[in-house]
Structures are given as structure tokens and as C-alpha cells.
């Protein structure tokens, strides 16, 4: 799809319908628009959070805990009181009455341990880098230097840092209550024969790692107050969400609270919260009655922005001899960190239907239990819970394909879900309304050329060449458009899944556009308006979007989880087909006709048969004028939608990853990336094209780069960006899209959603080519990220335990040229970090 | 960027940096010099350095530029590292500074970041200090008592410390011109482009009827200082450089098996010191493979 998208860039036109039907020029649904918000974006001319001004406004910085477990046993801030600029010194200790509990809105089970979280830290941290206190100065350098004078005494408590170990007898606790958090169960069918006399058994533990979600703009608040009412501007994906949240947590009465989301720079899952620093940015204006304002560093972001990922994941998957799945068993370990956030239970549960992938079996059974340690809290990230769930039995497929030797497409062939099977309700439960997954696979290996792959690979084993060629599959599908109000309501989340929009009609025919989805970097503002475009028969240009503030929009679910399209994009258009009702009246009205005679084509309303009809803009300016209207109408032509989704939607796609891996460095280099994906109709190639490369990245990135490191006292080790590798475009192939179009049957315009989609399929693709690649040395896992020192460790363990076994070779006797002269390693010297 | 509150001075001639240094090394003032700031401003903003005052050389254009002075090339401090990367004369005479320059971060960064800075920070971790180890340079130091030079084996004294004394200033480096026979590589293993290298080798090889006659081999990132691997020069000395077959012993491979001698590697995230003694050996054998074509 490079080509097309070039055209559109190049052209900002598509050429006409194409081999997958995709709409003509004449429609603005499928254009190739670029961007209407980018250029205030990429220029700067646009207002970040922390680009707010407010006069007065003061300076926050928080003194942050060195200590992953300790007793407060002494606070005192007087020294500080007194450094030049200081206006305010403030502890947790001295907001002990009035800081509440940040929230947590997934209680999952009945019996779920829910601690206090104080926003800043009371009488115990229970994590490095917890607020303890913090300073109110006239800059923010001032409030950095005077930090330094807070004094603070602690008293050690015991670190709790892995979740094994956590949960053993005797193990310090991170609260009273315990470390176990809650242990959720899920099942369907009869597991145990599933497993029973099963031919074939494949068990694989698999590490999940802690992430740290690095949006380009760092978070920040700014909170400000008459006396009155209060505004609190967040670099947040929930503004809607965080109103509701603030006003519990704070007392603030919700209809004297604004928030505003303003442009906001990426989320990735990390600005879907209640954070302490904006619960206390908003106390701190009250209590101060003056402007405050508080930006994080990259550093202080790495420590304090919610983590994502880090579960500990048992898989078992029983087979027939043929392939065929006959049960998956999943029990996992999901680290909480030191607090349940505002969705932090519920993360993994998002994936506890998903382990049985895109594939039909007799009996699954999933187990959670959500664990405490001394960590950073976790919650949403890009894909929350799906991706854990796709990497394991991604992995698992390709293990099983192994155990079988059977080709690893060709076994997820004998298992996926036909294309004329759908809808089709899965053993977890869940009904996939559309799929094809037979054509997005073919189409992936004919771009990607797998049997001549196939070839070079046997040609590289052959010649035990040091440079070993993997090649990875991951045949994904996702549950996305959260979500059905009464489906959260059976999970015992706390919210609805629906989305609001309003549509109005302005007097010169313009069109104003109010979304609950709040944008931080999708395009919303395009992709609206090419729905409104098509849906009202107006020019694209015509259309503006507006969100992110509770004080213009008014009712809104926000943005996550791949929803704003599949929920807030239908609700746009249920609002326009509202619109359009009542301009069909209005128009028969003035034309004298009866509404059922009246036909709406291209922006205008005609009386059947002949040429009279009046264009929607001629109706909005009827309405402003109000001075011909139908009896009791009203003078306007808007309206209000709400869309509660009846079914989540379901995006797949097959991904092909070819790697090489220099057995001799252990460095991974992948040559190339194939991904056709489905994401039903596409409103613009162009974003879907943006999402898909951003989602690869950060699913690579996951596999080869990125994990956040905490030492054996709960240290973070990786608060910088030198210790914790994002890679950039110079660390990436070129990727080779394409896509299958396979409309939802679950929305009138056949989305399903594209925001997660490349971030769930990438890292079992690349993970399974670099073991692939390393299979004649008797490898069948690497940990992630697959550094170039774990890859090196991991065949040096695997050559010293004799596992290999070369294609007609003897086991044991893989080895490479380069380190067999030299020794070879050790192979667990010093560790692996 | 917050970092503690400093003085700041910017001189307009070399005399007058000279004088103020002087001065404060007199006083006993920790005054750091600014050059591009690659490496001093992330330390200032993490708040991992407190210096009274930066003296900002940046409109020093004097210390700026290259110049061709036939048996060396004279590169001054404060020229950036894109400067370096796009001169006819690096590239021409010292292709191995080009090489490993082009290598330094990123762009944005070698636009900002200069080729004496980078030498006078004596990161091991650095791309360029091994290449002048291995190239044998020259560093020219002036201060308010004079100048004089400093040879690329004494400058490196330990971990971030140049030979440099208080109140001196780093004017520039002479890299020595090799001439015809040479060749020339930069290996750097790294995870990400814009990380450090795990480990670097420098190497620069003249061959004779298929065969080293000569190899120059710097370390980086392999202790507290960059390293000449001298065991791994004198045993490629007469090795045969031709294409080994399939499971054939490759001289040049037994020739840099001792490329990790007398190094102290650092742990860290990336890398366990047996890691980066392996990866020396390795990458040592590439590179000395690449110099010589």
C-alpha cells in the first residue's frame, strides 16, 4: 500500500475505486486526506499544556521517594518554606484529610484488595519515585532547588519485586491486606478432557515485560480557580472521564469543574488515568487560590507514568496429531505494581478473551491473579491485555507447530475460523461478526514471499552460516470499539462503553462537529469530517471538530482501547442521519412536498421526479431565519447522538517477520516486515496507513528493545531514554502494508478499529522469527526484549546443553565458527540483565 | 530542562577564556566548559553536575574548522561533528574520523555536539576518543601560560578525565595523515542507532601483497579509558587477509583473539563484561577485515 499512500500524499487524491472497492473521489469516506490538524501540530502553533500562561501562576515540583519501601518516620519542610521563591511547602502528611484516594474504577471481583492511594504518601511509600511532598514556587526552577531542602526520614521496609515470590508464605507484604490482589476465573468447555489423552501438549512460560509508554509530550497539568468554579487543562486522552473522577476525589462539585484536554501529544494508554499530580494540582490551586502548574521531566516520567505489561504467563495448549487445538489453558500472573490505578485490574482481563486467538477449540480456561510488589502501578497500554494475550498464543502456536513439525501458517490454517463460519461465537464467549483471515494470510505471504524465505533459510542452515535467517507469523485478531455498556457492566467495570456527538448546522451551511472522543494524536478532526462530509453531502473543508473540553463537550467515554472511530465515529454518524431527518422536513415543508417524496443526494434534498430541492446550507439558513418553518419545529437543524455498541469489533490480520540473527553477536536485524490487516472500512487509508507503522514500531520495539529495569532494591535502573531504547525510524525496516477490507457487520459505516492492531500482531511476529531463527541450536524461547546479549547467552546455553540438532546432523552440533575458536561464553556469566 | 542555578560566562577571544579559566582554577571554582553541550547539558538537566559556572566557548570561531596541513589535518574543537562528517578534507586524508563521526548520535545532535568536546569529555563510551588513540593524534592545549601538546596515549587518563589542568582549554587536535596503503573501518555495535556503543573498534590496516603490514586498532567502551589493543597489532603483523573457506581458521580471527587483553569492560544494561570481551573479539576481526577491503 506504499504506492497508494504516496499518491495520497503526493496527490491528496486516490484514484478511483481499486480491486478492494474502496469508494471513488466522489466520496470523502477512503480519501487519503491528509491531515486537517497537522500543521498546527508539527509547527508548534498550537496549545500543549505546558505552553499555558495563566497570570500569577506558580510552580510544582514534587519530591519524589528514593525508596521502594520505607516508613515515613520524619517530614520536615520549614527549611525549604524559606528558600527564595517559595510559596508553599506541602506534604502528604499535611494533605493527609483532604487528598483522598485516587481511583480505582475496575473493582474485578467481589473480594478484590483495593489499598488507599493517597496522591502523595502518608506514613509509607510504597514505590520509587511516590510524591512525598511537594513545592509551590514562582518558577520552576526555584521549586526544583528548594526540593532539595525538604527533609524526610524513612525506615526501611523489605521491597517485594517479583510476583512468585510475592505470593509466598512469609513474603514482606506491600499492604496489610496482603499481595494478592484478586484472582479472576474465566472458562469454557470442558478443559479437562480437553487435555486428557491429549496427543499433544505444548506448556511454555512466557515473561512479559515491564513497559514504560513514552508519549512524545511529556505529561502536565494546569489547574486553576475564581474561587468558584475550577479548570483543570491535562495532557490527558479522558478528559470526560477525569471530570467525573476529580469531582469523587476532590469534593469539587462536578458542574463547577472544567477540564480540558488541549492538544495533547500521544497517550499510548498512559494519559488514560487519574493521576496524583493532577488530583493535587487541583487541591493546591484551592488551597492556594492561584494558578499552579506542573510539567513532568522524561526522567520523573519513566519512574511516575503508569507502566504497562508485566505478567508472568503460563500457556498450555493441547493438540491432536493433526494440529488440531483441542484446549488452551492460560494462568497468569499480572503485576498491579504498589496501587490499583484507575483500570489497573482490569488490564488483564481485557486479554482473558483472547488467548484462544482466531482459532476454534473445545475448551479454554483462564486464570488471573493480579499481584502487589514495590513497582510503579501498571495499567493501560497500547493494546492493554491484547497483546500479552496474541504474544502467548502466538508463541504457543509456533511452539506447537514445532513439537508437530508442521509449517506454522499451515497450522494455524487447520485451526482458524473459516471465513464462511462467521459470525462465529468463540470458546471464550465473544461473537466475531466478520472476518477473512484466509485472504489476509494469503495476501501477507505473497508479499512476503515466504517459500523462497523458506528456501534461503534452509540454504543459511545448510551452510551454518553465522547469520541464521527466522521467519515469524502471527495471525492475530482483537476485541476493539470498547464497549458494549452492558459487557462492561458483567466485568464490573465502573463506566458505560458508549460515545456522544453532536452535529450542528450553522447558519452560513457550515458544519460544527462536538466528538466525546478526545484525540491525542489519531486525526479525529479528519476522519469526522469525511464522515460528515459524505453523511451531510457538505465539503470536507466545511467541517470543523471539536473535543477535548468538558465545557464543549459535554458527554463523553474519551479514547482508548481502538473506540473512537467504531463507537465515536458511528455516533458522529447517527448524529448527521438525526440532522438530515430534520432537514428532510424543514425541506418538504418549503417545498411543499411530502416528506416521503423527498430524496437526499449529494447535499441536497430534491422532490422526487423533479428538479425542485433546496441544498442542506439553504436549510441551515432557513432555520437561523426561522421565518418559514413547519409548525412546532424548531429552529435548528442539530443534533445529539449517543452509541452504545451492541458487540465489541473485531480487526485481524496475518504478519510476517524475516530476521537475521548474527549467532555470533546476538544482534537481530529484521529484513523485512509484512502486515496485511483488516480493519474493516477504512475512512482514510492515510491515518490507517500512520497507525499501522506507529503500532509495528511499538510492538517491535517491545520484542527487540524496551523494558523497564528495576534492581534487587527497587531502583529503577532506566530512567532515561539512554537506558530505556525506543528505537526510531533508523532501527526499523521499511514495512510493507497492505490490507484486506472486511466491513463490521456490528456498525452502519463497517469499522472496526486500528489504533492497537500493529502493536498486538508485531511482537509475537518478530519474537517467533528470531527463535525460528535460532531453532537448529535447540532454542524455543528468548526472553524479551531479545537483546543482543540474551540472544548470545541463549545459544550459548543451548550449545552447551547439546540440544541442537541440525538439519541431518547430529544433535549437539551447532556451533558457530567465530566463538567455537575462541571458547564460547559462559553461559549464564554475570546475568543477563 | 531544570538544571541548578550556574553563572554563565561567554568569552569573545580565546585570550580572554583563557584568562577567566585561569582565574577560576586560581580560585578553585568548579567551572565547567561549554562547548556543543552534547554531553554537558544532559548532566546539568539530570542535576548530576552543580558547576558554579559554564565558560561557553560557542563564539570562539577561531577554534572552529578544519584545515589541511599536508602530513596532518587540524581539526579545532568547537567544529561540529556534521562539520567533520561533511569536510572533503576528513574525508579525504583521515577517512576514519569521518567514519566514526558519522556514527555520533544523531543528526540533531551532530549538529550541535563538536569534535573537541566529544575528546575533551574522555567518554570511553564515546565514538571518537578510541579513533584517536588508534590514529595516534595530537591534542593542542593552550592556556594563559602558553600552549603545548598532548599526545592522544596520555590524554585519556581515566573515566571523563582529560589531561586537561585547570584554566587549560582544548584549541584542537592534529590527526596524523596515514597515506596511500591504508585502510580504514569504524564497528560500532550498538542497540538503537542513537545509543552508545557497546563496544566500538577503531581500525586502520596498510597490507602489503595480501597481507597486514601494519594495523592500528582502538577500543571503544572497553574500560576506564579508551584502549589500543597493542597485543591484537602486533599479532595481525604479516597475516594473511585472504577469504577463508567454509569452516576454515581465519587468521584474523586467531590474530584478535586477545583483543579484550589488559581491558576492565563495565557492566551495564546492555552489556556483562564477558559480553563485551566476546563482542571485542569479534567485532575486532570484522573491523580489521572491512579497514583492509
Redesign the interface.
Known amino acids: 500500500m506504499t504506492e497508494q499512500l504516496d499518491a495520497g500524499l503526493i496527490g491528496e487524491q486516490i484514484a478511483e475505486s481499486d480491486q478492494l472497492g474502496r469508494p471513488s473521489p466522489a466520496h470523502e469516506v477512503g480519501r487519503a486526506r491528509r491531515r486537517k490538524e497537522d500543521s498546527r501540530l508539527v509547527t508548534g502553533r498550537t496549545m500543549w499544556t505546558d505552553n499555558i500562561q495563566l497570570p500569577g501562576m506558580l510552580y510544582v515540583a514534587f519530591l519524589r521517594s528514593p525508596m521502594a519501601h520505607a516508613r515515613i518516620t520524619r517530614v520536615d519542610t520549614s527549611a525549604a518554606r524559606s528558600q527564595p521563591g517559595v510559596v508553599a511547602v506541602v506534604s502528604g502528611r499535611d494533605l493527609a484529610d483532604e487528598q483522598g484516594s485516587l481511583p480505582c474504577a475496575w473493582p474485578v471481583t467481589e473480594d478484590i484488595v483495593i489499598p488507599d492511594h493517597p496522591p502523595m504518601a502518608v506514613d509509607e511509600v510504597r514505590y520509587v519515585g511516590e510524591a512525598v511532598a511537594c513545592v509551590v514556587a514562582t518558577d520552576?526552577?526555584k521549586a526544583?532547588?528548594a526540593l532539595d531542602a525538604i527533609e524526610i526520614d524513612y525506615e526501611p521496609l523489605e521491597p517485594v519485586l517479583d510476583m512468585t515470590a510475592a505470593l509466598a508464605e512469609g513474603s514482606p507484604k506491600v499492604h496489610e491486606a496482603g499481595n494478592r490482589a484478586f484472582t479472576w476465573k474465566f472458562a469454557g468447555g470442558d478443559i479437562e478432557a480437553a487435555f486428557r489423552d491429549a496427543p499433544v501438549v505444548v506448556e511454555r512460560t512466557y515473561v512479559q515485560q515491564r513497559l514504560i509508554p513514552t508519549a512524545l509530550e511529556p505529561r502536565a497539568v494546569v489547574a486553576t480557580t475564581d474561587g468558584e468554579t475550577f479548570t483543570l487543562y491535562s495532557a490527558t486522552q479522558i478528559p470526560h472521564v477525569l471530570r467525573v473522577m476529580l469531582a469523587l476525589t476532590t469534593g469539587i462539585p462536578e458542574h463547577r469543574l472544567r477540564v480540558v484536554a488541549p492538544d495533547v501529544g500521544g497517550g499510548f494508554g498512559s494519559k488514560l488515568q487519574v493521576t496524583a499530580e493532577e488530583v493535587l494540582a487541583l487541591l493546591l490551586a484551592r488551597r492556594l487560590n492561584r494558578p499552579v502548574k506542573w510539567t513532568e521531566?522524561r526522567?520523573e516520567g519513566n519512574l511516575t507514568v503508569h507502566h504497562g505489561r508485566d505478567q508472568l504467563q503460563r500457556i498450555s495448549v493441547a493438540a491432536d496429531r493433526d494440529g488440531r487445538l483441542r484446549g488452551v489453558k492460560v494462568d497468569l500472573l499480572a503485576d498491579m505494581g504498589a496501587y490499583l490505578m484507575l483500570v489497573t485490574p482490569g488490564i488483564p482481563l481485557l486479554g482473558a478473551f483472547m488467548y484462544n486467538g482466531i482459532y476454534k477449540m473445545d475448551a479454554y480456561d483462564f486464570t488471573c491473579t493480579g499481584v502487589f510488589t514495590t513497582k510503579m502501578p501498571t495499567d493501560a497500554y497500547r493494546g492493554a491485555g491484547r497483546p500479552e494475550a496474541t504474544f502467548a498464543i502466538e508463541r504457543a502456536m509456533d511452539e506447537l507447530a514445532h513439537e508437530l513439525d508442521v509449517d506454522p501458517v499451515e497450522l494455524r490454517r487447520r485451526n482458524w475460523i473459516a471465513h464462511d463460519e462467521f459470525p462465529y461465537t468463540t470458546i471464550a464467549g465473544l461473537t466475531y461478526d466478520s472476518g477473512n483471515y484466509e485472504a489476509a494470510t494469503d495476501r501477507a505471504l505473497a508479499l512476503f514471499g515466504y517459500d523462497k524465505l523458506r528456501a534461503e533459510q534452509a540454504d543459511r542452515r545448510e551452510?551454518?552460516d553465522p547469520v541464521q535467517l527466522g521467519i515469524g507469523v502471527s495471525t492475530f485478531t482483537e476485541m476493539c470499539g470498547l464497549a458494549p455498556s452492558r459487557v462492561l457492566g458483567s466485568l464490573s467495570y465502573g463506566a458505560g462503553g458508549w460515545e456522544h456527538a453532536t452535529v450542528r448546522m450553522l447558519p452560513t451551511g457550515k458544519v460544527e462537529v462536538v466528538t466525546g472522543t478526545s484525540p491525542h494524536g489519531q486525526g479525529h478532526e479528519t476522519a469526522w469530517s469525511q464522515i460528515v462530509a459524505d453523511a451531510l453531502g457538505v465539503p470536507f473543508e466545511d467541517v470543523s471538530v471539536l473535543h477535548g473540553d468538558t465545557s464543549v463537550s459535554h458527554k463523553g467515554m474519551d479514547t482508548y482501547g481502538s473506540r473512537s472511530l467504531a463507537v465515536g465515529g458511528v455516533a458522529v454518524l447517527a448524529a448527521c442521519e438525526k440532522v438530515k431527518d430534520r432537514a428532510r422536513q424543514l425541506a418538504a415543508h418549503m417545498l411543499e412536498a411530502a416528506v416521503e417524496d423527498i430524496e437526499f443526494a449529494d447535499g441536497s434534498f430534491r422532490v422526487r421526479g423533479t428538479g425542485s430541492g433546496k441544498t442542506i446550507q439553504e436549510l441551515a439558513l432557513a432555520t437561523f431565519a426561522a421565518h418559514d418553518l413547519p409548525d412546532g419545529f424548531e429552529p435548528a437543524l442539530d443534533a445529539d447522538a449517543t452509541f452504545d455498541p451492541d458487540n465489541f469489533s473485531f480487526p485481524h490480520g496475518t504478519h510476517l517477520c524475516a530476521a537475521e540473527v548474527d549467532t555470533?553477536?546476538g544482534?537481530v536485524k529484521i529484513r523485512s516486515y509484512v502486515a496485511v490487516d483488516d480493519v474493516g472500512t477504512v475512512v482514510n487509508p492515510l491515518i490507517v496507513e500512520g497507525q499501522v507503522h506507529g503500532g509495528i514500531a511499538q510492538g517491535v520495539a517491545q520484542a527487540l528493545?524496551e523494558e523497564a529495569?528495576y534492581d534487587g532494591e527497587g531502583n529503577m535502573?532506566?530512567t532515561?531514554m539512554?537506558?530505556y531504547?525506543?528505537?526510531?525510524a533508523?532501527?526499523l525496516p521499511d514495512f510493507v502494508t497492505d490490507r484486506t477490507e472486511t466491513p463490521a457487520t456490528s456498525n452502519p459505516l463497517g469499522v472496526k478499529g486500528v489504533g492497537e492492531a500493529g502493536t498486538i500482531a508485531s511482537t509475537p511476529a518478530v519474537v517467533n522469527a528470531v527463535v525460528d531463527a535460532l531453532r537448529p541450536y535447540g532454542v524455543h524461547d528468548v526472553r524479551m526484549p531479545c537483546?543482543?546479549?540474551r540472544i548470545?547467552?541463549t545459544v550459548a546455553e543451548a550449545r552447551a546443553a547439546g540440544t541442537g540438532t541440525g538439519a541431518g546432523t547430529a544433535p549437539g552440533t551447532w556451533t558457530t565458527?567465530?566463538?567455537a575458536?575462541?571458547g564460547g561464553?559462559?553461559p549464564t556469566?554475570?546475568?543477563?540483565? | 530542562m531544570i538544571p541548578a542555578s550556574f553563572d554563565y560566562v561567554r568569552p569573545g577571544t580565546l585570550e580572554e577564556a583563557c584568562r577567566v579559566l585561569g582565574e577560576a582554577a586560581a580560585a578553585g571554582d568548579d567551572v565547567k566548559v561549554l562547548a556543543g553541550g552534547q554531553s554537558l547539558l544532559p548532566l546539568l538537566r539530570l542535576r548530576l553536575a552543580y558547576p558554579s559556572a559554564l565558560v561557553d566557548l560557542g563564539r570562539l570561531p577561531e577554534l572552529r574548522g578544519v584545515e589541511d596541513r599536508g602530513d596532518h589535518v587540524f581539526i579545532g574543537a568547537l567544529t561540529t561533528h556534521d562539520e567533520v562528517v561533511r569536510s572533503g578534507v576528513v574525508r579525504e586524508k583521515t577517512p576514519l574520523v569521518a567514519l566514526a563521526t558519522a556514527t555520533v548520535a544523531d543528526p540533531a545532535v551532530r549538529h550541535r555536539g563538536t569534535f573537541g568536546g566529544s575528546m575533551a569529555h574522555a567518554d570511553p563510551a564515546g565514538d571518537l576518543p578510541a579513533v584517536a588513540l588508534a590514529l595516534g593524534c595530537v591534542f593542542v592545549v593552550r592556556s594563559g601560560e602558553g600552549e603545548r601538546e598532548i599526545p592522544a596515549a596520555e590524554f585519556f587518563v581515566d573515566y571523563l578525565e582529560p589531561a586537561l589542568e585547570p584554566g587549560e582549554v582544548l584549541v584542537g587536535v592534529r590527526v596524523p595523515v596515514l597515506g596511500a596503503g591504508w585502510g580504514f573501518h569504524y564497528e560500532k555495535f550498538h542497540r538503537t542507532a542513537q545509543s552508545w556503543a557497546i563496544v566500538g573498534v577503531a581500525a586502520a590496516v596498510r597490507q602489503t601483497g595480501g597481507a597486514v603490514e601494519e594495523a592500528r586498532i582502538g577500543l571503544t567502551n572497553m574500560g576506564p579509558t579508551p584502549v589500543r589493543a597493542e597485543a591484537v597489532e602486533t599479532a595481525l603483523r604479516g597475516v594473511d587477509l585472504s577469504p577463508v573457506a567454509a569452516g576454515g581458521t581465519d587468521p584474523v580471527r586467531e590474530a584478535c583473539a586477545e583483543a579484550d587483553d589488559g581491558t576492565s569492560p563495565p557492566a551495564d544494561l546492555h552489556a556483562q563484561p564477558d559480553y563485551r570481551r566476546h563482542l571485542a573479539r569479534v567485532l575486532t576481526a570484522r573491523a580489521v577485515r572491512a579497514a583492509a577491503g
Do not use: C, M, N, Q
Open positions: 520552576r526552577y526544583a532547588d521531566s526522567s551452510r551454518r555470533e553477536t544482534a528493545f529495569v535502573l532506566t532515561t539512554a537506558d531504547l525506543i528505537p526510531s533508523a532501527d537483546t543482543p546479549e548470545w547467552r565458527a567465530g566463538t575458536a575462541e561464553p559462559a556469566e554475570g546475568g543477563a540483565g
